[in-house]
């Protein structure tokens, strides 16, 4: 084995460990900002590793790449906003997985037959992951960014015929591996694979796009592994397959968090239910005022705050961060309550809330904090609606029964900023802001909580 052989395999292998590293780091939030520069190196060396092969043929295209992959890169990590963060990793997954299929399509144009059995399956593979996974993930790109109806797109027998599209694409797949030198079965399954991933998509509302992204990734991973066995590139191969097992094993968190079962989102069509009446909802929601909740906040024992989708938007963690500081100065006992879906994207909470500096020792997961509900004095909800609505629990006619919620209704006190009667991301009406522990505090959460803070202040 010369030298630069030997170079590659060693970039290679380690590149493999700080991958895998990488992925442990991110499982915990102390540990999530080393694991990404872990990851970043992983690659850096994968990419390295690759570029000093022989086998590359011309530099000027691959700098050409480099360049615009990372302006595009660049402008996407400085401009996109946090919360439009699920769209923009969809737009990724596009990416990648055009990219792999674009190599397996050239792979199959330019060797077809010659390239054995083995080959030509994973080359199958992958193009048929990658293209459905590329046009799955431009659609849940539009979807999410509102460019195309984020509502269920639904016709009759609309599953039997996407599974009746799927079973003539894997066909075509399994021709290629048989016949690869007919080639009228490659392309074939090529189209169909790229109509069935918007097929795939169609009937999934908005709602549940963040599972079918991480889905999406997870094939996208799998397509890129394939492409790995057929230019025989070891770290892709890794990293392909840590992709494609991570993503699905986030699909399968988020589904369970969400009480929901993979089927249930990929062919339930969830999201176009018209009818969003519950029980205990027919009363007077009551209104609050700053100074109100400043005293109850000044001279309570516990807070827990509850952060949601709607401290994203107004981007107020900072504030709520500074209202948590004064409360504890003042003697409080503050607790940051997570629920593992509010918001638009896993971990949404703890990335806005560690970016504002909140301890870590501070934030409690739903199974932690739910028994201190009872005892806490005033529980804060700040911009979130479903993963408080008690309707999930107490009602099992309602579309989210049984999504394990934060029970702030036991609370001594239940305080919701929001900025009107906007409903939650399921579209239900939430008997919480209807009980009579619960006061609405109506207005944009940043600018809410800075109010309270100067009342806190005040009081
Ligand atoms: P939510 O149910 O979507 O509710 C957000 C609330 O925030 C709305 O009721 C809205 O009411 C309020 N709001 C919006 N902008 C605001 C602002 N600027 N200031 C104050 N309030 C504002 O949010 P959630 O409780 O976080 O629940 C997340 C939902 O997303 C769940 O249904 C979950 O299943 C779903 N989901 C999440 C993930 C994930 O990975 N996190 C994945 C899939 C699905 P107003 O309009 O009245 O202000």
């Given at each position: 084995m010369s030298l630069r052989t030997w170079l590659i395999e060693i970039s290679y292998l380690v590149a493999s460990v700080?991958?895998?590293l990488g992925l442990r780091g991110m499982s915990r939030p102390e540990s999530a900002r080393r694991g990404m520069h872990m990851a970043e190196i992983g690659m850096l060396l994968a990419i390295v590793g690759t570029l000093v092969q022989r086998e590359i043929i011309s530099y000027e295209w691959i700098i050409g790449g480099l360049l615009l992959g990372s302006t595009i890169g660049l402008a996407m990590g400085l401009w996109v906003p946090m919360t439009a963060m699920p769209q923009r990793t969809a737009l990724s997954h596009a990416f990648g997985a055009f990219a792999a299929s674009l190599v397996g399509i050239s792979a199959y144009y330019l060797y077809g037959a010659k390239l054995g059995g083995f080959k030509t399956g994973a080359l199958g593979f992958e193009v048929l992951l990658g293209s459905l996974t590329t046009t799955g993930s431009?659609?849940?790109?539009?979807?999410?960014q509102g460019l195309v109806r984020g509502t269920p797109i639904v016709y009759k027998g609309q599953n039997v015929f996407?599974?009746?599209?799927l079973a003539?694409?894997?066909?075509?797949?399994?021709?290629?591996?048989?016949?690869p030198g007919v080639q009228p079965f490659f392309y074939l399954m090529l189209v169909l694979a790229f109509a069935f991933g918007i097929l795939l998509v169609l009937p999934i509302g908005a709602a549940d796009m963040p599972v079918v992204i991480a889905l999406l990734n997870s094939y996208a991973g799998l397509a890129s592994a394939a492409t790995g066995m057929v230019i025989g590139n070891n770290v892709l191969v890794i990293a392909g397959t840590l992709d494609g097992g991570s993503g699905f094993i986030l699909s399968i968190v988020m589904c369970r968090a969400m009480n929901r079962s993979i089927r249930n989102v990929l062919f339930g069509a969830f999201g176009g239910v018209t009818d969003t009446s519950a029980a205990g909802t027919d009363g007077q929601m009551r209104e609050v005022t700053f100074d109100d909740v400043a005293v109850q906040l000044a001279y309570a024992r516990q807070a827990v705050f509850v952060p949601g989708y709607g401290m994203a938007t107004a981007q107020a963690q900072h504030a709520l961060r500074e209202l948590g500081e004064t409360l504890e100065n003042r003697g409080v006992t503050v607790k940051y309550a997570i629920h593992p879906v509010a918001g638009r994207m896993p971990g949404h909470m703890n990335v806005l809330l560690a970016e504002a500096n909140v301890p870590y020792s501070q934030l409690y997961e739903l199974e932690h904090i739910n028994p201190e509900f009872p005892s806490t004095d005033v529980a804060v909800v700040v911009g979130a609606n479903d993963v408080v609505?008690?309707?999930a629990r107490d009602n099992p006619k309602s579309i989210i029964a049984g999504m394990p919620i934060l029970e702030v209704d036991r609370a001594k006190s239940v305080v919701v900023v929001k900025r009107g009667q906007g409903k939650g991301f399921s579209g239900l009406v939430n008997p919480l802001f209807f009980k009579p522990n619960c006061g609405m505090l109506y207005g944009d959460a940043k600018d809410s909580l800075s109010q309270l803070l100067q009342a806190v202040r005040e009081a």
């Open positions: 700080l991958f895998i431009l659609l849940a790109f539009a979807k999410l996407n599974l009746a599209l003539v694409t894997v066909f075509c797949f399994l021709a290629v591996l048989f016949y609505n008690p309707d």
